[in-house]
């Protein structure tokens, strides 16, 4: 099956920027998403990005596709303590009703003050 | 997340009995889904459903199956629990496709001891 691949643990000072990185091999991939989870509680889409896109920004969120190495990254601006949760990666195949949502393992950001 | 909920929120169980889980919907969805969250796993596919009465296997839907009777409602069922069915499970929705998204209820801790 197709596969999706992150870093397990990133630690940033406050105030400084992370970046929260994936790799994907779904060639046919049509969505990528960013997905948070906040302890104890279930996942939040942060942001999507359609493959045909290579940048998305939604106020201090950053995304970037390179579609050529399957590779998305999350970036997240002025980091805050508020932002310290588990980030998924997601991406969803190709068009059509029988297409789910493959998941990466998740990147824990720890934001240290 | 408003407009889905999951019961019950923890269980402790014995192995070898079963135990349903419940995901109960109000946004009148097509599509649910149940994963599992486990450590250095990520999210992983139990079984998902796309109509009442529709549903189809997962990655890792051996030891489980769902039943959907109503759009509104989307059970899993470990016939006889093993200690390594110990999870958080999650359920999610989606409208139409997908492509924008799943939301999220916030989870079922399943012990089993």
């Known amino acids: 099956g197709e596969d999706v691949e992150q870093s397990l643990f990133l630690s940033v000072r406050e105030g400084d920027s992370s970046v929260i990185n994936c790799t994907y091999t779904?060639?046919?991939?049509?969505?990528l998403y960013w997905y948070k989870q906040e302890p104890g509680a279930g996942l939040q889409l942060l942001t999507y990005i359609f493959s045909n896109m290579d940048m998305k920004q939604d106020q201090r969120l950053t995304v970037l596709l390179n579609k050529k190495d399957k590779h998305l990254s999350l970036r997240i601006a002025d980091t805050q303590t508020g932002d310290s949760a588990i980030y998924f990666c997601a991406e969803k195949g190709a068009a059509g009703t029988a297409s789910k949502l493959t998941f990466g393992t998740g990147t824990r950001l720890q934001v240290t003050l | 997340d408003a407009g889905i909920t999951q019961s019950p929120r923890h269980k402790v169980t014995e192995t070898g009995t079963p135990v349903t889980l419940r995901c109960h919907q109000t946004?009148?969805?097509?599509?649910m889904y149940w994963y599992r969250q486990d450590p250095g796993h990520g999210l992983r596919l139990i079984h998902y459903?796309?109509?009442?009465?529709?549903?189809d296997k997962g990655e890792v839907s051996d030891g489980y199956s769902v039943s959907r009777s109503k759009t509104e409602d989307f059970l899993l069922t470990l016939e006889s629990a093993t200690s390594s069915q110990t999870s958080v499970y999650f359920c999610?929705?989606?409208?139409?496709?997908?492509?924008?998204?799943?939301?999220f209820g916030s989870g079922t801790r399943l012990t089993v001891v």
């Open positions: 779904d060639s046919s991939s049509t969505y």
């Open positions: 999610a929705i989606s409208s139409r496709d997908g492509n924008y998204g799943y939301t």
């Open positions: 459903s796309y109509g009442v009465k529709d549903t």
């Open positions: 946004e009148n969805h097509r599509y």
